[in-house]
């Protein structure tokens, strides 16, 4: 599936390989499978079957060198820092992922300060807690809703990434925990709104372990198998080629060897992530107003507590069990404009930052909550980008603009306050207060290349990711969507991908039926 040489002509060059990017290879290799497809990942391959979530490998020193591997262009295998961001004063990055070195904060502003990427085939997919819920509410797209479309396309999305609701069922104090929370909230809403299993890109295996999600599942069989189909990791692409207003290839780099080649291509897929997408866009001299702007993240506030009333669960021998994210499983609190955040509740383990201690005597007796808060739109939160300095990849270097507004903070007040008040409903805090996470921590990064009905300068693409005023050209990942969410983005993202792959696909299909 990978290769060394590159080509010097495809139909469809897709540029990042994560959820997104796997999309438009699937779709396309399912739709039509005649047409080439050649994908670049600045990054190495750190998995097998390549982009496989790294949490599948089962040992622990060959999951850490995967996860140093992906941690960009100065990347050192023998590193041996340590991750995790929550309550510390440092900037860390999360094993896996690593920092924006410079201009993540200007004076006067918030900033992003732990805003980070992934460089590895499988992009963050190899490193992500794999919740997929449905957006609701004022997190879903008007104008696609209108369609009657975004439903489908979201089903399609859980087709692609195996989204499951099952994995945990058998976990000893899921249900326990839902319950809890249900009864202190489920009275006032909807119910399809209710407290619920979270949607999760995992499946169990026939003989036990449990197998997440990467981008390896989203190309699934048929795109690995596809002969059209070439995967090159460690390649950078340095600027789309347009010609006569129209998108013409690639200019690409091996990283290994410096060989630099032009590609030429017929559609240009752009799915580099939230910050990196409109980096290749502006460096290729594609510079629409509304490029890089309506950046928006997540803002975090995390609390653990312990279980009341916890009997630790014994197996067959009397032995407690133990095994990652076997106790609890994680809960899903949906987003809902009358509580504008989404809850994610799981045990210590299956959380990505460090909370607290799990108490060794009463394994799962610990509960992580964490409430994620739709941010308020403004243009103004941008990602800018330098015409003279580079970054580690000699990229344009970007330079973040983010502020939080009054109704951010107020938003950020009452989710504190919220977190508590469920907290209490499972078990005994551990700390008094819910911490803030350093803004950037959700690794959720939106907008910036967002989706519009109409090419009105606020929007970076049209309804089928095709870049305004570059026919070719389309963008994909979580920078395309234009609404405030809150909860995870990957399942919306994929969706909106797989509407601009159908795209693609029906343009190819009908021009074969043509000749």
């Known amino acids: 599936m990978s290769t060394r040489v590159y080509p010097e002509q495809v139909d469809v060059a897709i540029v990042g390989s994560g959820p997104a990017g796997a999309t438009y290879a699937r779709i396309l290799s399912e739709r039509a499978p005649s047409a080439t497809i050649a994908m670049f990942e600045v990054g190495p391959t ?4 390549p982009g496989a979530h790294v949490k599948n490998i089962a040992d622990a020193d060959e999951r850490a060198h995967a996860q140093r591997r992906s941690e960009g262009p100065h990347a050192r295998e023998d ?30 502003e ?44 979201l ?49 169990r295996r026939d003989d036990g372990p449990l197998v997440w999600s990467g981008s390896d599942v989203v190309l699934g069989d048929i795109t690995r198998g596809n002969p059209n189909f070439t995967l090159f990791d460690e390649s950078l692409v340095s600027r789309v080629l347009v010609e006569d ?20 291509a017929r559609f240009v897929v752009v799915a580099a992530d939230a910050l990196r997408t409109p980096q290749l866009l502006w460096a290729s001299g594609i510079r629409l107003d509304a490029l890089g702007r309506y950046l928006n993240d997540q803002a975090q506030i995390v609390f653990a507590v312990r279980m009341r009333d916890f009997t630790p669960a014994v197996d067959a021998d009397g032995v407690p069990q133990t095994g990652l994210s076997e106790y609890t499983g994680v809960t899903w609190v949906p987003f809902t404009d009358e509580m504008p955040f989404h809850g994610q509740v799981m045990q210590l383990d299956a959380s990505p930052v460090k909370l607290a201690d799990d108490d060794p005597a009463a394994p799962g007796s610990i509960v992580g909550l964490g409430l994620f808060c739709a941010k308020d739109l403004q243009a103004s939160d941008r990602v800018a980008f330098s015409d003279g300095d580079v970054d580690g990849y000699g990229m344009p270097a970007m330079q973040l603009h983010y502020t939080l507004s009054d109704r951010d903070h107020a938003t950020i007040d009452r989710a504190k306050a919220e977190i508590v008040r469920l907290g209490k409903a499972i078990g005994d805090p551990l700390d008094d207060r819910p911490f803030v996470m ?54 919306t993202g994929v969706a ?15 021009d074969l039926a043509s000749v």
Not at 245 to 264: C, H, M, Q
Not at 496 to 510: F, K
Request: net charge negative.
């Open 46 to 49: 750190v998995s097998d079957p």
């Open 496 to 510: 909106l991908a797989v509407r601009g792959a159908r795209h693609i696909a029906d343009e190819i299909t009908a």
């Open 155 to 203: 089903s399609e999305g859980e087709r692609l990434l195996g989204v499951t609701t099952d994995a945990f069922d058998s976990s000893p104090y899921a249900g326990i925990v839902r319950g809890r929370l249900a009864a202190v909230e489920d009275a006032h809403r909807d119910a399809d709104e209710r407290v619920q299993r979270m949607p999760l890109a995992v499946h």
């Open 438 to 491: 350093p803004l950037g921590a959700s690794l959720h990064y939106q907008g910036t290349v967002r989706m519009g009905r109409a090419d009105d300068g606020a929007s970076v693409c049209s309804p089928d990711s095709e870049v305004w005023g570059a026919p070719g050209l389309f963008v994909a990942g979580n920078g395309v969507i234009p609404t405030a969410t809150a909860c995870n983005p990957t399942l």
């Open 79 to 108: 590193d041996d820092r340590v991750g995790g961001i929550v309550k510390s004063a440092q900037r860390r990055a999360r094993p896996g992922t690593y920092l924006l070195e410079s201009g993540y904060q200007a004076d006067g």
């Open 110 to 153: 918030d900033g992003l300060p732990v805003a980070a990427f992934s460089s590895n085939v499988g992009g963050m997919a190899a490193h992500w807690t794999g919740a997929c819920p449905r957006p609701n509410d004022s997190e879903r797209i008007g104008f696609l809703d209108e369609s009657g479309e975004l439903d489908e396309l």
């Open 245 to 264: 207003g129209r998108a013409a290839g690639v200019v690409v780099t091996d990283v290994r060897t410096g060989e630099r080649r032009d590609v030429r």
